[in-house]
């Protein structure tokens, strides 16, 4: 199984249950594809960086989730098929590359 994150972008006038039950039909198709969601986060209303649809901005979702490979294919499909959703992105990501974490920087301060 591949490990990937998902970013979907949906219409500013959709409301937060419509978009839940759009989500909702995300993770029926990964689980159908025996697949496994592994976080799911609402990043909210955000403008876009140009027009799309005659839209300026949209509702962020961003997933990340286990498929095999030729489940995406059929999830990209699926999605294509949403008339609510705006943009989404399906990207395979490099499970042995790891996140890094910022650590905290003290800052320097010279003396004039």
């Given at each position: 199984m591949?490990?990937?994150?998902?970013?979907l972008i949906f219409s500013s006038a959709l409301s937060l249950e419509d978009q839940k039950k759009i989500v909702s039909k995300v993770e029926k198709y990964i689980s159908e594809a025996k697949g496994k969601l592994l976080s799911c986060?609402?990043?909210g209303k955000k403008p876009l960086s140009y027009p799309i649809k005659k839209q300026t901005e949209g509702f962020y979702?961003?997933?990340?989730?286990?498929?095999?490979?030729?489940?995406g294919a059929k999830?990209?499909?699926n999605l294509r098929l949403?008339?609510?959703?705006?943009?989404f992105m399906l990207?395979?990501?490099?499970?042995?590359?790891?996140?890094?974490?910022?650590k905290e920087v003290t800052p320097v301060v010279e003396n004039p």
């Open positions: 591949n490990t990937y994150e998902l970013v986060e609402e990043w979702w961003f997933l990340r989730i286990e498929l095999n490979p030729d489940a999830l990209n499909n949403e008339d609510q959703t705006i943009r990207i395979k990501t490099d499970e042995k590359q790891s996140v890094p974490v910022q």
